[in-house]
């Protein structure tokens, strides 16, 4: 198996994970996923840290997959499952303040905003779990989504609902983000009816759904190694 970053992926930056079958206690997604490379190691995985740059057909139909470090291999059938990327929301000022106030994790960065006032951005689980997760470590956690009801998980709806540090701004969405040399300072909401409204914030957060990570199998004509579907995350070769 070859992993280029943690092993056990996105779930390890979750902070709690409630919503998996079997699974009675909550626990943070590095927690939760270390039995999984402990059971799969007893199994005899090989693992190795290094990033497919691409796969690709020999042409006794065999796969080649080329790696960073400059190696490759060779392999008579590959699983793909690289997971996904979060998306940018692509409003004014996001890709110019993106890393200076804009972030897409909480768990990543949720800490440089500490007793500090905070957007989070989107409507789904990961908007949810993660504006909850922001509200026990920053002073406020405005949600801005842009409709009045959530693609979310009863019990988390429930809890953002029910918390007071989370201000729910509805039916808007942003239209810029502004800020100085130092980084972000804040963020333009337009609601439905077009009123806006300056939400003065350092810190920004962006769930606004995934793209999948397929890259590495485009060849070098610009075709795909095999048919693609914007939708599917998990590829049989
Ligand atoms: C903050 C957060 C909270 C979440 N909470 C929950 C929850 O409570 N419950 C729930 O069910 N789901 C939750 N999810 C969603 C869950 O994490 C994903 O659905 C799940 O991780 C998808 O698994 P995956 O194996 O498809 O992809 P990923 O977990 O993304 O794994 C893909 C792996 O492939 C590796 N990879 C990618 N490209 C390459 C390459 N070219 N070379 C080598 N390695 C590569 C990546 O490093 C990564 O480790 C949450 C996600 C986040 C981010």
């Known amino acids: 198996m070859f992993?280029?970053?943690l092993p056990g992926g996105q779930i390890t930056s979750s902070s709690e994970i409630e919503n998996y079958p079997g699974s009675a206690q909550i626990l943070s997604g590095l927690d939760f996923m270390a039995p999984w490379a402990e059971q799969c190691m007893r199994f005899g995985l090989k693992h190795a840290m290094d990033e497919v740059t691409r796969i690709s057909k020999n042409t006794d139909g065999s796969f080649h997959i080329a790696l960073a470090g400059g190696k490759s291999e060779d392999a008579k059938s590959v699983v793909i499952a690289t997971g996904s990327t979060p998306k940018r929301a692509n409003f004014e000022g996001e890709a110019e303040f993106f890393g200076k106030g804009i972030s897409t994790c909480a768990t990543c960065d949720g800490f440089f905003y500490k007793n500090k006032?905070?957007?989070?951005?989107?409507?789904?689980?990961?908007?949810?779990e993660e504006a909850l997760y922001l509200s026990h470590i920053c002073s406020k956690v405005y949600l801005v989504h842009r409709r009045d009801t959530f693609r979310a998980s009863p019990s988390t709806i429930e809890k953002v609902k029910n918390n007071p540090k989370i201000e729910l701004v509805l039916n808007s969405s942003v239209k810029n983000a502004y800020g100085d040399k130092m980084g972000l300072n804040g963020l333009i909401v337009v609601d439905n009816a077009g009123h806006e409204r300056d939400i003065s914030?350092?810190?920004?957060?962006v769930f606004v759904g995934m793209n999948v990570n397929n890259s590495i199998l485009k060849q070098e004509d610009g075709t795909f190694l095999c048919d693609m579907d914007e939708m599917v995350m998990l590829w049989l070769i």
């Open 201 to 205: 914030v350092p810190g920004v957060f």
């Open 3 to 5: 992993e280029k970053g």
């Open 117 to 128: 006032e905070v957007v989070a951005l989107g409507g789904g689980d990961t908007a949810l």
